[in-house]
């Protein structure tokens, strides 16, 4: 997995264990810029306002006990919420169903129409919220379900209640879901394989690039994972063979008329992540892999 292909501004779901932790994340995310990164870890919202702006807006909500009004904005004196703090930057929930669930819940407009209105008896304020959402979670509360080596030792049926708190809704408005486990170490120290990060780097440049000519006349959008419906069926044509791969997936996996626009746009990015003009069969396989936690029965 890509992580930096974050750059390309999908929104993204990280589900795994303790290496899943924000540091490592924005390690990744950002290069060298780790230090002034991990200063936003910590609480601390003078700090987080104040390096925001030198970070293209780069917004951290490390707290799980914020309230709608603090996440999405309100008040009997309407102000803007973290999501408009972060609008053209990242929103990072750690431990994302830690949060109550009627709090996220609040997210799902503003997800979908990238900004967030705010309703009076006499008036009614719009505030622009296109942020990018990183989220993550534990596997299950234990942290083990599904390692390779260790057991979860939760209590049947806790582990659905766990992920139950993230509705299904929300879910489907979350272009990339995660699944990261274990690096056995012998893969971590083989790094002949490996893409270097400067490589990777350079090919989320170049899809930035094509992303920002091919939304050149269109104002409203410069990247892939603003698109609107129309945007899709215009820039997002498969050949037979990548319909009938979709398709064939929409119907074992039981996936939703949200998920398949998403899976295009994601394909569109995978495209340009390897500069191809196409989407091709393999690009749209790998974007129906990160629907993984659609399978997973989650709460309706
Ligand atoms: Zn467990």
């Not at 996440?71 to 803007?80: E, K, R, S, T, Y």
């Not at 109550?100 to 900004?115: A, F, I, S």
């Not at 090919?203 to 690039?209: E, K």
Request: overall charge neutral; glycine content about 6%; proline content about 5%.
């Amino acid at each position: 997995m890509e992580v930096n292909c974050s750059w390309v501004r999908e929104d993204m779901v990280l589900r795994g264990q303790e290496f899943v932790m924000p540091q490592s994340f924005f390690h990744r995310f950002t290069g060298n810029q780790t230090e002034l990164i991990t200063n936003l870890i910590f609480p601390g919202r003078d700090k987080v306002l104040t390096l925001s702006t030198k970070l293209a807006l780069l917004i951290l909500l490390y707290c799980n006990t914020a309230t709608d009004v603090a996440l999405v904005g309100g008040g009997n004196n309407p102000q803007p919420g973290e999501i408009s703090l972060a609008h053209n930057g990242v929103l990072f929930l750690d431990e994302l169903p830690e949060f109550k669930r009627t709090v996220l819940e609040v997210m799902r407009q503003p997800l979908e129409d990238r900004v967030v209105t705010i309703s009076r008896a006499k008036f009614s304020v719009e505030y622009p919220a296109s942020f990018m959402l990183v989220a993550s979670m534990n596997p299950c509360p234990c942290g083990y379900f599904n390692h390779p080596e260790k057991e979860c030792v939760c209590a049947p049926g806790v582990v659905q209640k766990y992920l139950n708190r993230i509705s299904g809704p929300l879910l489907d408005r979350i272009d990339l879901h995660v699944e990261v486990t274990p690096v056995p170490f012998s893969e971590l120290s083989n790094q002949q394989l490996a893409e270097s990060s400067n490589n990777i780097r350079e090919r989320v440049i170049n899809a930035r690039l094509i992303q920002t000519k091919r939304f050149n006349s269109d104002s409203g959008i410069y990247c892939n994972a603003q698109m609107r419906s129309s945007d899709i069926k215009t820039y997002c044509k498969l050949s037979e063979a990548g319909n009938t791969l979709l398709k064939t997936a929409m119907e074992k996996l039981g996936l939703s008329a949200r998920a398949y626009d998403r899976i295009l746009k994601v394909g569109r990015t995978i495209a340009d992540l390897e500069a191809s003009e196409n989407i091709m069969p393999n690009h749209i396989a790998e974007a129906i892999q990160y629907r993984s936690l659609d399978r997973d029965g989650w709460a309706a």
